[in-house]
């Protein structure tokens, strides 16, 4: 063994020595890790909310948060408009209804139908709202989902509308990651923890039942049982014009899914599809497809659909029709079914569109409807059983609004608007491409104003996300520009690839061993923007979160000379360990299996807390995580400023008691959390 193999193998030894004396830290309660949490959020809170600045910023940030006139979006569920309201008169929220003309009408007099305040304080419980599912097409019970602290694991409970109660002797499940739905009035279709060996290795349900009412949870019989290494089953129930059929999601991993019909004797019958797809609602008899992959011959990216009854008398799909296919530029976003037509939304280059569809003799015509234009798009709510669409929209610069739509009868009202919540006045969006490592274009948007100095010496903030085939939309964010732009600061949106902005290949462009890409995507955006003369690495900042929060992990490893400060939310740091730590082993479709040496040899490349080396010029990063959060292991940011500690470098660290994988349970935390960051960022970077 030469010098230079016995130097490498006694670094790597350290290296693992320094991983281990940490795993005390992934401990979610451990009182020793616990302990070291409240040192280093009191650190923190000393440090930023001794700022004479912080009360400002947090009172701005609750003011907007708690404002009395937000929109009140609503659900649609047959004639009536549900919603969920929080204030600081009502923490943990109001569940309640009107009527759909008194909505069109602005009425304020709701119909309450639970008080979830009242409802934790009668039982001693700090239930978080989470949602409910109505059953169709009465709507007259529900399932309501509430959460302890705002964990993905929660508890159901049926509760009927027309007493406003829970139902005595209804279904009921307790505290576990569940996936349901309705089959009919008397059976739930359900994937919970069974017991022992009853959970995949991501710790979510594998085994899926269908329960009758009036037997106990335990005798609910089994439907389908997935295999331990595969990431989850979720049944769902479709709904058109009256007409409700169940499926069942069978997920592989994360991307690769196998689907099946309930059929009405209660059996299973699998759909021939292939494995990259996800079924976007029914329309008539027509299922609708979107693909993830090619498939016959439409490409991936493409909605198309088939006949159901066809299928379910043959068993084969035998003709499929083109919906719609964004092609290179664009994406669907949204696919929804009214009763007289089918409508998208989706983005051309980043810029939003909506479509309307109809089905005329085995033909889908379709229309690109002038609506919105320069603005972001998306359907807040629809109803399968009519034509009633409400429709928001919004821009950087442009507030909120609420639409009642019905584009068959041309009908359009403006229900609610959001005032201005920051000062607009000077400052303009830009729509720019950088270009990348590998000569890829990147689109990005600048907000600054329009008498910005190019001297290098604007603060700029930079948010990515780059995972899932999610697309980040140029939004409205009243909180960033109180806090933020109308400070003086510059922001930056990346839309790199592992989004979806440009569909399933911009997604696949950064999987597993080409992750870099995402990253280096990021770089060339920041780059860009500096070499404009905006800013300059002084004054150039960064946030991310969750995915987005590993790659603010890379951004401090790989490229620190580019930023001055990194908000690092809900992360994943430790890429050896993810799929070892709660739901982390089924992101593995993401990002690769660390335990196979050929894998692990592309994601030790880039793993944060394995890429942590000293006397680096790392900027003072900033990293918030929940303990509550039951998704992304909080372990990650604890290690990853533990062994930041220990090499001797600055940090803010803050982990929340509650909130679950979004950090915060109410508008109180999230203000104080938006203070603390932004705070960070000014005095980072100015």
Known sequence: M????????????????????????????????????????????QALTGDPRYQQYEQEALAILTAADRITYGTLRG?????????????????????????????????????VDQLASDENENWIYKGVDCLAPDHDRCLVELAPGGTDSAVYREFDLPTKSFVKGGFEVPL?????????????????????????TSGYARILKRWQRGTPLS?????????????????????????????????????????????????????????????????????????????????????????????????????????????????????????????????????????????????????????GQDEVLSISSSDSSSNHLLMSRDGFLQPGSLYYVNFQEGTELLLQSTPARFDTSGLKVKKEFAVSRDGTRVPYFLVHRDDIPLDHS?????????????????????????????KGGAYVLANIRGGGEYGPRWHEAALLENRQRAFDDFFAVAEAVQNQGVSSPKHYGAMGRSNGGLLMGVTLTQRPDLFNA????????????????????????????PDLPEQW???????????????????????????????????HARKMAARMDQLGYDYFYYENIEGGHKGTANQQQEAMHSALEYLYLIRQLS
């Open 601 to 635: 040899e592309f994601i030790s490349e880039y793993s944060p807390l394995q890429n942590l080396k000293p006397g680096q010029a790392y900027p003072r990063v900033y990293f918030f995580t929940s303990t509550k959060d039951d998704r992304v292991h909080p372990g």
């Open 79 to 115: 004639e009536f408009v549900y919603n969920f309201w929080r204030d600081q008169q009502h923490v943990r929220g109001l569940w309640r209804r009107m009527s759909l003309d008194q909505y069109k009408q602005k009425s304020k007099d709701w119909e309450l139908l639970l008080d």
């Open 566 to 593: 990194i908000v690092c939310g809900v992360p994943l740091l430790d890429m050896k360990r993810f799929n070892k730590l709660l739901a982390g082993a089924s992101w593995m479709a993401e990002y690769g299996n």
């Open 2 to 45: 030469d010098a230079a193999e016995n130097s490498a193998r006694q670094q790597q030894a350290s290296e693992q020595d320094h991983e281990q004396a940490l795993l005390w830290l992934e401990e979610i309660e451990g009182e020793q890790a616990l302990d070291w949490v409240k040192r280093q959020n009191n650190e923190t809170l």
């Open 219 to 371: 005798a609910a019989e089994t439907v389908l049982e997935t295999g331990v290494e595969e990431t989850f089953v979720y049944p769902v129930n479709l709904k058109h014009n009256g007409r409700q059929t169940c499926f069942v999601m069978r997920g592989h991993d994360f991307y690769h899914f196998t689907f099946y019909l309930v059929t009405a004797e209660g059996t299973l019958k699998e759909l021939p599809l292939p494995q990259k797809c996800s079924l976007s609602g029914l329309f008539e008899d027509q299922l609708l497809v979107e693909l993830k992959e090619d498939w016959r011959d439409f490409p991936a990216g493409a909605l198309v659909s088939f006949s159901l009854p066809d299928f379910e008398k043959s068993g084969k799909i035998d003709e499929v029709l083109l919906v719609f296919d964004p092609g290179q530029t664009g994406t669907i976003s949204q696919v929804r079914s009214a009763k007289d037509a089918v409508y998208l939304t989706g983005i051309e280059h980043v810029s939003s569109q909506i479509r309307e569809y109809r089905l005329t003799d085995k033909h889908w015509q379709g229309r690109v409807i002038p609506w």
């Open 176 to 200: 576990a990651k569940s996936n349901l739905c309705w089959e009919d009035r008397d059976h739930l279709l359900i994937a919970t923890d069974w017991g022992k060996g009853s959970l995949n």
């Open 458 to 486: 604007t603060p700029v903030l930079q948010y990515g996300y780059g995972g899932f085939e999610i697309s980040i939309l140029p939004h409205y964010s009243p909180l960033m520009g109180k806090l933020w732009l109308e």
